[in-house]
C-alpha cells in the first residue's frame, strides 16, 4: 500500500501533481488527485468505456466531503480554494486535506 504524510497531502502544489489510477481491465477506469480535487477532464470515481479503448464517460466525477462546525458546514473544495486564493480566513483553520 502506498502511504502519504500529512505534510504532503498539506501542501496543496505538490498535492495536486500526485495522481493515482485505477483500472477495471475492461477500459473503464477510476483516477484523481491524493486530495480528491479532478484537476484533469478525464479525472472521476467511475469512467466507464462503452466502446473501448474509446467511448469513455465519466458517470461519477467525485465526492465532496464536508464539515460541519456549529451548523455552519465547509465543503472540502472551499477550504482547498481558500488556500488558493487566500480570501477566506477559514483556510487556516481547516486541515481537511487526507
Given at each position: ?29 477510476a483516477s484523481s488527485t491524493i486530495i480528491g480535487l479532478n484537476t484533469r477532464r478525464y479525472h472521476g470515481l ?53
Amino acid at each position: 500500500m502506498i502511504q502519504f504524510k500529512r505534510k504532503t497531502c498539506g501542501d496543496l502544489e505538490p498535492a495536486l501533481h500526485r495522481e493515482w489510477l485505477e483500472t477495471s481491465g475492461l477500459g473503464g477506469f477510476a483516477s484523481s488527485t491524493i486530495i480528491g480535487l479532478n484537476t484533469r477532464r478525464y479525472h472521476g470515481l467511475l469512467v466507464a468505456a462503452t466502446k473501448p479503448p474509446v467511448g469513455r464517460l465519466v458517470l461519477l466525477s467525485k465526492l465532496e466531503k464536508t464539515l460541519l462546525i456549529d451548523l455552519s458546514a465547509y465543503p472540502k473544495t472551499l477550504a482547498l480554494l481558500a488556500r488558493v486564493s487566500g480570501s477566506l480566513d477559514i483556510s487556516d483553520a481547516l486541515d481537511l486535506s487526507c
